[in-house]
C-alpha cells in the first residue's frame, strides 16, 4: 500500500538545506549512505499530478518528463556552484522512494512511499537573532501549517560554532513553539549537520576513511551538541505526550572525489566548486568526481523511521563513557 508523507526542511539560510535536497537522489544512487547495501533503496523524482493522483503507480509519460521538472533545475544550479532558498517562500520537491532489499519486516509490508519534501528559505523559520525580515505573512502561515502537518522535520544546520552563530536563540524559540504545538502529526524529528567533508580538508586520500568511521561522526555531534541551548528543549519532543523520535547525524552534499578520497572542493576555481574535468559538459562533467556523502541519511530516516549506522539517538549522544574508553 502507497504511503505519502511530508518532510520539512528548516534550518538557517546558508546552512546545506537545498544542496542535501539537491544531492539525495544522486547520494541513494551511488549507494553513499549507513544503511546496509542490501536495503537497496531507491529514490525517483516525480511530478506534483502523481502525487497527488488517485492512482499511485508511476506513468509512462512522466518517467520521461519528469528528468525537466524543479528538481532537475535543482541538481542542475547546484552542480554549477551550489544553492540557496533566495526567496522568501518555501519550495516543494517530490519522490517515489522504495525499498528493494532486505528491510526490517514493518517496513517490507508498506511502501512504496511518495515524498512531499518542503524546502524553506531560512529566514523564514530560523532567521538570524535581531533580524528584520519582510516576510508576508501568508507565506509564514504557509510554512507553519506544513510543519504542523509534517510527519518528520529535518533541521538542517551549518557545522560551526553553535556559541558563535546568530541563530541557536531563533532556533530554540521554534522548537519551544514546536513543543507546546497543537494537533501537529509530527512522528520523527532529525537534526543534520551539514558540511561534513570541512573537518576532513587537510586529511588527503585518508579522508573519507575516516568520514566513513561512525565512530567520528558520533564525536563530533557531541562536540559541537555541547554548545546547543536548545537540546534540552528537543529532547521534551521525546515525551510520552508527543512521542517524536529524535535523531542526529551528519552529511555532505559536496561528499569526496572519487578514487582520490579527498573532499571534494576544486581549490582552484574561486569559491566554492566541486571538481569537475576541464571542457567537460553536462550530467557526466557534474557526476565524474563526485561521491555525496550520508544525504540520504536524514530523508531516509524521516520517511522509514530505519536507523542507520549514522544516525544517532540521544541515548547514544549521551553515552560518554563509551567515548572516553
Not at 23 to 32: E, K, P, R, T
Not at 224 to 229: P, T
Not at 307 to 316: I, V
Request: glycine letters at 8%; a neutral charge; charged letters at 25%.
Amino acid at each position: 500500500m502507497t504511503e505519502k508523507l511530508t518532510i520539512c526542511l528548516i534550518g538557517p539560510k546558508k546552512g546545506g538545506k537545498s544542496s542535501l535536497l539537491a544531492s539525495l537522489v544522486d547520494c541513494v544512487a551511488q549507494s553513499a549512505f549507513g544503511y546496509s547495501p542490501r536495503l537497496r533503496p531507491a529514490l525517483q523524482p516525480i511530478l506534483e499530478t502523481e502525487f497527488y493522483a488517485e492512482n499511485t503507480e508511476p506513468r509512462k509519460a512522466d518517467l520521461l518528463n519528469v528528468e525537466q521538472g524543479d528538481y532537475e533545475r535543482l541538481r542542475r544550479e547546484f552542480a554549477e556552484g551550489g544553492v540557496a532558498t533566495d526567496t522568501l517562500d518555501t519550495y516543494e520537491y517530490r519522490f517515489r522512494l522504495t525499498v528493494n532489499g532486505e528491510a526490517p519486516p514493518a517496513a517490507l509490508l508498506r511502501g512504496p512511499w511518495l515524498l512531499e519534501i518542503v524546502d524553506s528559505a531560512g529566514e523564514i523559520a530560523v532567521p538570524p537573532d535581531g533580524a528584520e525580515v519582510a516576510i508576508l505573512n501568508d507565506v509564514k502561515a504557509k510554512l507553519a501549517g506544513q510543519m504542523l502537518d509534517s510527519d518528520a522535520i529535518v533541521i538542517v544546520l551549518p557545522l560551526v560554532r553553535l556559541e558563535d552563530s546568530g541563530w541557536s536563540g531563533t532556533l530554540a524559540r521554534l522548537i519551544d513553539r514546536l513543543t507546546l504545538a497543537q494537533g501537529k502529526k509530527l512522528k520523527r524529528l532529525i537534526v543534520v549537520f551539514s558540511q561534513y567533508e570541512r573537518l576532513f580538508a587537510r586529511l588527503g586520500p585518508s579522508a573519507f576513511t575516516y568520514a566513513c568511521d561512525p565512530a567520528v561522526a558520533l564525536h563530533t555531534l557531541r562536540k559541537s551538541l555541547r554548545a546547543a541551548q536548545w537540546l534540552d528543549r528537543l529532547r521534551a519532543l521525546e515525551a510520552p505526550r508527543d512521542g517524536v523520535s529524535v535523531r542526529f547525524t551528519v552529511c555532505s552534499a559536496y561528499g569526496f572525489a572519487k578514487r582520490f578520497q579527498n573532499p571534494n572542493i576544486d581549490p582552484h576555481q574561486p569559491g566554492e566548486r566541486r571538481f569537475r574535468r576541464a571542457g567537460l559538459e553536462g550530467a557526466r562533467a557534474y557526476g565524474e568526481y563526485w561521491r555525496p556523502f550520508l544525504t540520504a541519511e536524514p530523508i531516509i530516516y524521516a520517511a522509514l523511521g530505519l536507523d542507520s549506522a549514522f544516525t544517532f539517538s540521544y541515548a547514544q549522544l549521551d553515552a560518554r563513557g563509551e567515548e572516553a574508553a
